[in-house]
């Protein structure tokens, strides 16, 4: 069997080394337009900041080492330009020569991510502007302020990757204004819950220009103005465009593949897409969403190494069926952690649930402990069933344990009430033994 792979990254790259471990005889090809692989694409903001040194830090991988810890041939700087599903062949440009080769598969496994969104605005192309993808473009951004060591940053953007630059920015003493179009950073967040991220923001100099819409760039006086909609211009030395992903999808759209939401590439719970031998995993692909079971993007690093694994699995003739995403994730906002499972309130009633919420503000741990903070938790219920919808965390100790209890609760369906019941850790420099998540339950079922 020959397996192609188009992306050597998160779901590309954990497929190839599943596939491996399945079928010792399978020839293994992966096609990787950038210049590395499996590289770390959630510490890229890190090195812009300088709290991760070492580049080589985040391509945890190269080609030659993989080759020979899994015998899979890994093609960086290689673009798949076609899919031929009739002749069960790819189309592949060397970028570093320009020569172009078709290659046969037997299975053909798609995990080309998402690129930045990027709007014909004026002024966009400016060597000024950059966006966050790659190893190439993360170089591209500290070269820059290693170089020209700008005093100011306009992040535009304000969900997980522009916060975290923001955040990385003002780590190198750069003033750094985030402008976002909506009323709140972090829209996963229900607006309550996002105002902690906000305040945390401000108090670590952070500007927020929030509801503001970007109308262009301008460079001038060796800088750049962001124009904005019905507010002054921003003068600038640097931007950052962080408002969002769309799915990789074009090469699927040209071989007929189906789509579905924003033109992500249509796939079954085998990672299966409409024509045979061709799977898809990650970013570019449309799941269900564990908690409504309604159709969803969402772009995050463990569903797209589950879902590769799936995938890999299917094509050496297994049967495994991915569940669905629910969209856990945590950031660390400077001192503060925030993080999300599932459902905020906000959508959970657009969409029709008659939802409920309870908020607390725990210790983080034993209060005659030293050292214990305050924490902020929401969990979002059904009314009625009080099936859990989902939950919200923002503090400074301890929320990344709590959200991955209550992460693990919604998937095993438990209700809201039965959070009381959980058996919980305890010592005084961890929690208390009245645990959050368990005040929580009892709050509910009050
Ligand atoms: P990717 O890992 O993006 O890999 C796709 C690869 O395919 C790319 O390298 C691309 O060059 C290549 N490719 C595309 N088209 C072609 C083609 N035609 N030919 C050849 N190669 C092609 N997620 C989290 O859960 N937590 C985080 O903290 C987090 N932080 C992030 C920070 C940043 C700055 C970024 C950019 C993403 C972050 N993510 C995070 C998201 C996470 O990285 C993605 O969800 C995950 O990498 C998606 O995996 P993927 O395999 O679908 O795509």
């Known amino acids: 069997m020959k397996v192609v792979i188009v992306g050597g990254v998160a779901g590309g790259a954990t497929a190839a080394a599943r596939i491996r471990r399945l079928d010792e005889q399978a020839e293994i090809v992966v096609f990787e337009r950038s210049g590395y692989i499996s590289y770390a694409n959630c510490g890229l903001p890190y090195y812009i900041g300088g709290v991760i040194e070492d580049p080589e830090e985040l391509t945890l991988q190269t080609p030659e080492s993989f080759f020979s810890r899994f015998r899979i041939q890994m093609k960086v700087r290689h673009e798949v330009t076609a899919i031929h599903p009739d002749r069960k062949t790819v189309a592949v440009k060397n970028l570093e020569t320009g020569e172009a080769f078709e290659e046969r598969y037997d299975k053909l496994l798609l995990s080309p991510g ?33 170089q020209h060591q700008p005093r100011s940053a306009v992040l535009v953007g304000g969900g997980f990757i522009g916060v975290e630059v923001a955040e990385n920015l003002r780590h190198t003493g750069i003033n750094v204004t985030l402008v976002e179009l909506g009323s709140q950073l972090m829209s996963p967040f229900d607006s309550d819950m996002a105002s902690f991220i906000h305040a945390e923001m401000r108090k670590h100099g952070v500007k927020l220009a929030l509801g503001r819409m970007v109308k262009g760039f301008e460079e001038k006086d060796g800088g750049v103005e962001v124009h904005l909609e019905n507010a002054a211009p921003l003068h600038t030395d640097l931007v950052v465009l962080a408002i969002g992903v769309s799915p990789e999808s074009s090469l699927a759209k040209d071989a007929g593949l ?35 079971g309604e159709d969803a993007l969402i772009a995050l690093a463990g569903p797209a190494n589950k879902q590769g694994r799936i995938a890999a699995d299917n094509i050496c003739g297994g049967d495994s069926r991915y569940q669905g995403s629910q969209g856990s994730s945590v950031i660390k906002v400077f001192d503060m952690t925030a993080a999300i499972t599932g459902m905020n309130e906000t959508n959970a009633r657009k969409s029709g649930l008659d939802a409920d919420a309870v908020i607390l503000s725990p210790m983080s741990h034993a209060g005659y402990y030293p050292g214990g903070k305050v924490m902020t938790m929401k969990v979002v219920f059904e009314k009625g069933t009080y099936r859990l919808l989902g939950a919200q965390i923002v503090g400074y100790e301890g929320v990344d344990k709590r959200i991955d209890v209550l992460a693990t609760a919604i998937h095993a369906g438990m209700k809201a009430t039965r959070l009381k019941d959980l ?24």
């Open 258 to 292: 189906a789509l579905g939401l924003k033109g992500s590439i249509l796939v079954n719970d085998r990672m299966e897409t409409s024509v045979p031998d061709i799977y898809a995993v990650g970013d570019a692909v449309q799941v269900k969403h564990y908690v409504t």
């Open 114 to 146: 998402a690129k930045p969104v990027r709007p014909n605005l004026p002024g966009i192309n400016s060597g000024k502007v950059f966006t966050l993808r790659t190893v190439e473009d993360t170089l591209r951004i500290r070269n820059y302020v290693d």
């Open 423 to 446: 058996d919980l850790a305890y010592a005084p420099p961890y929690s208390s033994a009245k645990d959050p998540v368990n005040m929580a339950g009892f709050m509910i079922d009050n």
